[in-house]
């Protein structure tokens, strides 16, 4: 060796780099980092990068998305020299006892937490409204990790979804009940994440969602847009648990690509199974949820006032319900007869106002009903389907609004003649084509609440 090399100072392994590390963070009052820290080891120095072992990618992605700048930093402190670091995963490496995952929770025969026993299968109403849904969600309570995983479901409040969730919870709960379901909407998946990493529990934190669970429920999703920390923790929780075969089912309002400030490999993922959505019941459905729901409530409905909350409650299967409910209590109070003037008199405080039918909100309810954009209502494209939609449109308009034929061409950019010539071509349809009867009547019963 010559003169020079004897001269330069040795370079500090990796162990004596990493105990200079973990006491500079203790002495800059950073001690709070330990309790991750203390799960990596050192392994060697390359360069001018020290190399430390983590258990697993998700363990090393968290720390580098939360420490990574104040680790260098501190390294640059102790070492008089930029110092950066490097990972190297060590299946198998072994945290110190005090955060070593609890062995799984046997049961002690309680329904796991949240899950609402009343909502199962057997209570449910398929229809042709939310038949793929109510299927898929049979099919991952039948086969949970193995069919459609994940499984989103996706529609309007009130609908149906909620209830799917947990007849998937309490069937996979009730066949074995050392499954580990864990059920809980995005807001409380936040907020246990805040609470986790504030008061530095996230080894617990994870252990639940990860390494305890079997069966992961997240209701209403499209929350966790724009929480970008939130979004990051459920993704790797997302990814550990769909490697390891265990089921995932989610909800929404809307699709995975509508959700407002969703991260693009979040879209990604959520797509990897099946995505499918429950639309609003038609009148028949509602009939049926209602009779369905009376037998539960035990108490005897006549059809002619099931029709009547039927038509009164046209968007939202919990509204539905929840009338059906106030009846029947009132009834059981009272027993006075159920008749339609009695639920209409229970029901007044909520009975849906009767709502002012325009051009616009036919335009709006066609649009939806038939799945098309409201623009392309008022376009020239001629495809078969559309056209329809846009006679529908301007039958309706004519029907139910006061507007003459030049004032509801106006509204669809469109010559008088046009609707004139769709007006009765559709009244032609109504009288010959039950298919297209049935449209009207249910577009009408919802634009007027009848």
């Known amino acids: ?72 930093s501190t390294l640059a402190l102790v070492t008089d020299s930029p110092t950066r670091l490097g990972y190297e995963v060590v299946p198998g490496l072994a945290p110190p006892p005090e955060l070593q995952p609890a062995p799984a929770v ?77 059920y809980l909407s995005s807001e409380q998946f936040t907020n246990e994440y805040i609470e986790s990493v504030r008061e530095q529990r996230m080894p617990e934190f994870r252990r639940k969602f990860r390494d305890e669970c079997d069966v992961l429920m997240i209701d209403d999703v499209q929350f966790l847009g724009r929480k970008e920390e939130t ?21 929404s309002d809307m699709v995975p690509a509508e959700v407002p400030g969703l991260e693009e490999r979040l879209r990604s993922r959520f797509s990897m199974g099946l995505i499918t959505d429950i639309q ?62 009695f639920a209409s008199h229970v029901l007044k405080d909520v009975l849906p106002s009767r709502q002012v039918v325009d051009v616009e909100s036919i335009q709006k309810e066609v649009a939806r009903y038939y799945k098309v954009p409201v623009e392309a209502l008022k376009e020239d494209r001629r495809h078969k389907a559309l056209a329809h939609a846009r006679q529908v449109a301007m039958y309706l308009s ?31 349809l109504r009288e010959t084509d039950t298919a297209v009867k049935r449209e009207l009547d249910e577009l009408e019963a919802k634009l007027t609440g009848e």
């Open 280 to 341: 609003e019941p038609s009148f028949e459905t509602r009939v049926a949820i209602l009779q369905k729901k009376s037998v539960m409530e035990g108490l005897e409905l006549p059809d002619e006032v099931a029709h009547f909350i039927a038509r009164a409650f046209q968007k939202n299967v919990r509204e539905l319900e929840g009338a059906l409910v106030k009846v029947s209590a009132i009834h059981s109070l009272s027993r006075h007869p159920v008749t339609v003037d």
């Open 106 to 182: 046997k049961t002690d025969g309680s329904r796991p937490p949240r899950l609402n026993a009343r909502f199962t299968f057997q209570n449910f109403v398929v229809a042709d409204s939310n038949q793929l849904a109510a299927a898929a969600a049979q099919a991952v309570a039948d086969t949970p990790g193995r069919a459609y995983n994940p499984l989103y479901i996706y529609g309007g409040t009130g609908l149906g979804k909620t209830h799917l969730l947990h007849a998937i919870g309490n069937k996979i709960w009730d066949r074995d009940p050392t499954q580990r379901v864990v």
């Open 231 to 251: 979004q990051r923790e459920f993704f790797h929780t997302f990814n550990t648990l769909h490697e390891q075969g265990k089921a995932i089912i989610l909800t």
């Open 1 to 72: 060796m010559n003169a020079l090399a004897r001269s330069l100072p040795a370079q500090p392994s990796a162990e004596n780099l990493w105990e200079m590390l973990l006491d500079r963070l203790k002495r800059d009052g950073k001690d709070y980092t330990l309790n991750w820290l203390n799960r990596m080891q050192p392994l060697e120095v390359r360069e001018d990068v020290l190399v430390l072992a983590v258990p697993d990618r998700f363990y090393q992605d968290w720390v580098d998305d939360h420490y990574r700048g104040l680790l260098e």
């Open 398 to 428: 004519r029907k139910l609004t006061k507007g003459s034929f030049p004032e509801i061409a106006a509204r669809f950019n469109k010559d008088h003649s046009t609707v004139i010539s769709a007006v009765r071509k559709v009244e032609k």
